[in-house]
């Protein structure tokens, strides 16, 4: 049994709705599907989810809907009159939108993730319709009925556990049910969306609450590439990872899906694979617990993000200052500040923290409260900062990997700020300079894999 979940780009358009059809009917097995709201057709035009957002805020400064009502509900109606659908579509959604409007509420924190859940709410309707038009046994289901239980965070929900007892005594349904991804319900009925990668985050939850054999992730690439193809030409197809590298990947910067939106699946070891509906009979990028040796590769990908700082704290003997740790933690918590990572030498900590955290303000008062606590011997703080991660489960058993990295660094003039290794040796962080990021990753991408 599996669950398959598509993106907005594989629900796009007419055309793509019928690669779905065929997809899902061609395995018997396939009998869960996760949709979410169109996306692009090409590269002028709109999401849905964009739409609907337009909406919003025209509702909210009381501005003129019905031009943008059309443009939303016409996204629908293409694909509809594809399908010769009999059922009116263009005025069911008129009126579940214009209804949608009449419930904006300023005060209301929940009115939000009414507008932003319809996309997907009514393109799981429309795409059962569809299946059904074409003879299979298929229906909407919402996530409440479904027994998706979330908490009551705004556009930021969580998984309830109590919600994957629900779910699984669906698990033998005789019809394929359509999932509209992105939502659930609070225990006191309110629709609550999740974080972004919102779809990906309920094709998980709802493959980890029926225990399927497989939970498959249909996106507009063939795949998941050792790099970024923005920064290198042709890299490699990811064909076999871990779950722990896939966390590794997408946390320092690749976008395929959000870094926790496949976490119910990996935490019910649930294997996972990336296809692309454009080209189903590639084999994609599997997603396991472990592999063999025979397929298990030492380096499986380079990822880099922009946008870090790096503070720097140096103290004579500060390795003999019981607690100095957790001194400069309980600074950073006092501002409700993260740090992504904290490499040290005998007497200096760097802390490295995403840069979107700190005002100017915040930034002079947290170098305020470090000299005045720490009293260090040099304090600084250094702006625009990359971080490039090499990872791979292998590497730990492979001599040298720092070395060669080091060196194809130096051989590309790259200037090496910092580097941050877990004891587990899976992945390496490298701190450079951001403007040199693309010749950071491509050095290491043509050492490891070229």
């Known amino acids: ?130 299946f059904k038009k074409q003879g299979v046994n298929a229906r909407y289901i919402n996530p409440k009925e479904l027994g998706i239980l979330v908490t009551n965070e705004p556009q930021n929900a969580l998984i309830l556990e109590e919600s994957y007892e629900k779910i699984v005594q669906w698990r033998d349904s005789e019809e394929i049910l359509i999932i509209p991804g992105f939502f659930g319900y609070t225990k006191d009925g ?84 990336i296809k692309n509906t454009n080209n189903p009979d590639c084999q994609g990028t599997l997603i396991k617990k472990n592999f063999t040796d025979e397929v298990r590769s030492d380096v499986v990908g380079v990822a880099s993000d922009t946008g870090f700082c790096v503070i720097t704290i140096a103290k004579y003997l500060l390795n003999r200052e019981v607690g100095i740790v957790r001194r400069i933690l309980q600074i950073l918590e006092d501002f409700n500040l993260r740090f992504e990572h904290m490499p040290s030498g005998i007497d200096d900590i760097s802390i490295i923290l995403r840069e979107y955290q700190l005002t100017r303000e915040t930034e002079t008062n947290l170098l305020k409260q470090i000299e005045e606590q720490i009293k260090p011997d040099d304090l600084s703080i250094e702006h625009g900062l990359s971080v490039v991660a090499l990872v791979g489960e292998g590497m730990r058993e492979r001599p040298g990997i720092t070395a060669d990295s080091t060196a194809a660094f130096a051989r590309k003039d790259v200037n090496l700020r910092m580097i941050s290794q877990g004891a587990d040796e899976r992945c390496i962080i490298f701190a450079i300079r951001s403007e040199q990021e693309r010749l950071a990753v491509r050095s290491l991408y043509y050492t490891f894999f070229d």
Do not use: W
């Open 1 to 130: 049994m599996k669950v398959i979940k598509f993106g907005g780009s594989s629900v796009a358009s007419a055309e793509q709705v019928k690669k779905v059809l065929d997809i899902v009917t061609s395995d018997s097995s396939r009998r869960f599907v996760v949709v979410s709201a169109p996306g692009k057709r090409n590269n002028k035009d709109k999401k849905v989810t964009d739409l609907l957002i337009s909406f919003y805020h025209a509702v909210a400064y009381k501005k003129k809907t019905e031009e943008i009502i059309r443009e939303i509900v016409a996204r629908y109606t293409e694909i509809a009159a594809a399908f010769h659908i009999d059922e009116d579509i263009e005025n069911t959604f008129t009126s579940e939108l214009k209804l949608l409007q009449t419930s904006y509420d300023e005060a209301d924190p929940y009115t939000l993730d009414r507008f932003l859940a319809s996309g997907e709410n009514l393109n799981a309707q429309l795409i059962a319709a569809c």
């Open 190 to 273: 309110q629709l609550c969306t999740f974080s972004r990668g919102g779809s990906d985050i309920t094709g998980s939850i709802v493959a980890a609450g029926l225990n399927v054999d497989l939970y498959e992730n249909f996106t507009d690439v063939d795949g998941i590439y050792s790099a970024s193809p923005k920064l290198v030409h042709e890299p490699k197809l990811i064909e076999y990872a871990t779950y722990r590298e896939i966390r590794e990947l997408t946390y320092a910067g690749f976008t395929v899906f959000h870094d926790e939106a496949l976490m119910p699946a990996f935490k019910a070891q649930i294997p996972v694979i």
